[in-house]
C-alpha cells in the first residue's frame, strides 16, 4: 500500500524546518494533519523525535505556535512531531455537538463502540502508523524516541509511553489526567468512546497501567497549582500514590501559581525537553 502526504507549509525556524502536513490516515479512515520540525541536526543525518500530543479542542498547531519548544529542540536536536488531536472527518454523528467530545477530543484511544470505532483509532495512529510515517519520510531515527503532551494529551503520553516500553525511551506530561476512570472527562469520553463495561477503560488509565506495565523509565509531571481543572479532572495525586504503590520513578512538580494554559508549557518545556535529551543520549 502506497503512503504519501502533503506539504501545507514549510518555513525556516531557529535554523531548522518547521512544517505542517496532511495525509490520507489508514488507521483513522480520514486525512490527518500533523506539524513537524526537523532541527538544524537533521540536515547531516536521522535525529531522535519527542512526540507531543495536545489537549482538547487543540490542533496541529497549537504547541508549535505557542510553546517556543523549537528552541530547546534546535539547541539538543531533537526532532519535534505534533500530531492532530482527534479524526476530522465530517461524517460522526454527534462529533461537533461538544467541545470535550468527538472533534477535538480523541482522547487518544482506539474507540470499540459506534459511531466512534469507525474513525476513533487515535492510539493506533499515534503509536503506529505516524510513527512509520515519519520514519520513512523524515530524517528521525526510529530507534530514539520519547513522547510528551499535555492535558488530555498528558493522558495520551503517559498511556502511550507506559504501554509500549520498548517505543519511548522517556516520558512527560504537563497537567495531564491521570485517572480517567475516576474523573468526570473520562466517564463521559470513555462511556461513548469505549462503551459502559469499565474493566475496558483500565487499558487507557494512566494509574492502572502503572502497576500493569513496570519498569524503571522514570515519569517527569508538571502541574499548576492554579490549574481550575485540578482537583475534578486531572488529581495527579493519584498518580504520585500508584507510582508509590508500584515503586516506579516519578517527579511530580507542583508549580506555585500556574495554571492550564501555555504560558504554563512554554515556562517549562526547556526543562521537559532537557530531560528527554539525556534518555535520548544527547
Known amino acids: ?115 466512534w470505532a469507525k474513525h476513533y483509532h487515535m492510539y493506533d495512529y499515534v503509536v503506529e502508523e505516524l510513527p512509520a510515517l515519519i520514519a520513512q519520510f523524515f530524517p528521525a531515527n526510529p530507534e530514539r524516541q520519547s513522547i510528551c503532551g499535555h492535558s488530555m494529551g498528558g493522558h495520551g503520553a503517559l498511556v502511550c509511553g507506559l504501554r509500549n516500553r520498548e517505543r519511548y525511551r522517556s516520558i512527560s506530561a504537563f497537567a495531564p489526567i491521570v485517572a480517567p476512570t475516576r474523573c468526570p472527562w473520562g466517564h463521559k469520553v470513555f462511556s461513548r468512546y469505549l462503551g459502559v463495561d469499565m474493566e475496558t477503560w483500565k487499558q487507557y488509565d494512566a494509574c492502572e497501567l502503572v502497576h500493569q506495565y513496570q519498569d524503571d523509565r522514570p515519569l517527569l509531571v508538571d502541574q499548576g497549582t492554579a490549574d481550575s481543572f485540578l482537583e475534578e479532572q486531572l488529581r495527579p495525586h493519584l498518580l504520585q500514590d500508584a507510582c508509590d504503590q508500584a515503586q516506579r520513578p516519578l517527579t511530580l512538580r507542583m508549580q506555585p501559581g500556574y495554571d492550564h494554559s501555555y504560558y504554563f508549557i512554554a515556562s517549562f518545556i526547556g526543562d521537559h525537553i532537557k530531560f528527554h535529551a539525556e534518555y535520548l543520549g544527547l
Not at 21 to 33: A, E, F
Not at 83 to 109: K, N, Q
Request: aromatic content about 12%; glycine content about 10%.
Open 1 to 115: 500500500m502506497s503512503v504519501s502526504f502533503t506539504c501545507r507549509q514549510e518555513t525556516v525556524c531557529f535554523g531548522g524546518t518547521m512544517g505542517f502536513y496532511s495525509h490520507d490516515s489508514q488507521t483513522c479512515r480520514t486525512p490527518m494533519n500533523f506539524a513537524v520540525y526537523q532541527p538544524p541536526q537533521a540536515e547531516t543525518g536521522p535525529v531522535p523525535v519527542l512526540y507531543f500530543l495536545s489537549g482538547l479542542t487543540c490542533t496541529e498547531e497549537n504547541f508549535v505556535t505557542k510553546a517556543g519548544a523549537q528552541r530547546y529542540a534546535a539547541e539538543y536536536g531533537v526532532m519535534l512531531v505534533a500530531p492532530d488531536t482527534s479524526p476530522r472527518d465530517g461524517e460522526t454523528p454527534g462529533a461537533e455537538d461538544d467541545w470535550d467530545l468527538g472533534t477535538g477530543a480523541g482522547f487518544y484511544v482506539n474507540a470499540t463502540a459506534d459511531p
